[in-house]
């Protein structure tokens, strides 16, 4: 079940819109307001969200941090080494593996631009959930703390890389190229002197393999090879 | 030796700003820019950076791509299934993983913002990087994409979330606890029937050890008990 993604007063329509885009593009669209600054609809969320319509206008807005938080079992507040709070810490990653095992209605946190979560907020959940960044310079723009979020919950290894298309040529395929080279720079007195011909063509050969040519790589190279040695005769 | 995150034709300098700070965020500094759009220093991008000026001042201008990878041995491209390119596809986390493992200097493509990076880009580095997202909206905003790979360089895991101040009560402070709640529940008439004491007793007990309570928490608690007894007393 999706988390939802909880905004508390946030300021610019523009930051909401570029959280829009960032839940889009993991699959995310259950997006709450509380209280936002200059009310809902704002009109300057749209063009951030770049086509995340959808999210947008399905959000909905709440006057507390309560109301949001009502129908979720697992409540979760985004901060920065939360001082005073004594509440486990996790990370975006477990929080999203937990989120996705345990099968619950999850809500996530993110305070205002400036200040982050009051905390009272902060006290009001369950979990804190700290994003690792670097000491000097912790603070995220909201719609990139989102986006962690949003990106560890789709699972960033969860959808395998398109697999490469690049499939390398049969041994065969290599061998002929292999010879045809040799063949090639036989003719052009490259191997001198004769006693290192067989090393030359070691190094040679691990070359060759070692890039993993495909079969239309393998032809493109013997062209080239039929070229140079045209040249030369 | 932390990769080189290189904008090609990048358009508006509000996203070289926001790319500036998600690379501060996660602890990056080598900017390099390829014929930025609207040239270089860009005064747009110094509000978005949000404090990042030393990523911006830093902040290197290249004629070409070529130019711009001279001295990484690793060279990637950031792409979403790109089909015409031969090359092999990894995640974020993988490209990551390789470049602290082999500690070589790398370089990291990311195309202007509404084309993204041309085939003959592609074809000019060794892999292709492939945000896993959402096939329906995986177009992701410029320093969205940044972030994501600087996220994984600083290595999601690699520094532990801080550690929760949260330390449950030792057992014994626990059993107090119980012994105190049970004790005022007995004068309050609450265990009733009397056959059943035993199993509201483990019940609470169940219940009260669940919660992980510190030893604040069970000074508070007691209190409590001591102020609800004195009630109905």
């Given at each position: ?78 901060a920065?080494?939360p001082r005073?709070v ?36 902060l ?5 804190i ?105």
């Amino acid at each position: 079940m999706e988390p939802a993604i909880i905004l508390v007063r946030p300021q610019l329509g523009m930051n909401i819109g570029m959280v829009a885009r960032a839940m889009a593009n993991f699959g995310l669209s259950d997006l709450r307001l509380v209280a936002p600054r200059d009310g809902w609809p704002n009109p300057d969320a749209g063009p951030p969200a770049a086509g995340a319509d959808h999210v947008l206008d399905g959000a909905r807005t709440f006057g507390t941090v309560h109301e949001a938080l009502a129908d979720c079992s697992l409540t979760f507040a985004t901060a920065f080494r939360p001082r005073d709070v004594m509440k486990p810490v996790i990370s975006p990653r477990q929080a999203m593996q937990d989120i996705r095992t345990q099968g619950l209605k999850a809500g996530i946190l993110f305070g205002p631009e400036r200040s982050g979560l009051l905390t009272a907020d902060l006290i009001s959940v369950q979990t804190i959930i700290t994003i690792p960044a670097s000491p000097d310079f912790a603070s995220l723009n909201l719609a990139q703390a989102v986006l962690v979020l949003a990106y560890e919950w789709f699972g960033a290894e969860a959808v395998p890389p398109v697999s490469p298309a690049r499939e390398p040529a049969p041994h065969g395929e290599l061998q002929g190229l292999l010879g045809h080279l040799f063949a090639a720079l036989d003719q052009a007195g490259y191997f001198h002197p004769p006693h290192r011909t067989a090393a030359t063509q070691r190094t040679l050969a691990g070359i060759m393999s070692a890039a993993r040519f495909t079969s239309d790589e393998v032809r493109t190279l013997r062209g080239v090879i039929r070229a140079l040695a045209r040249t030369r005769g």
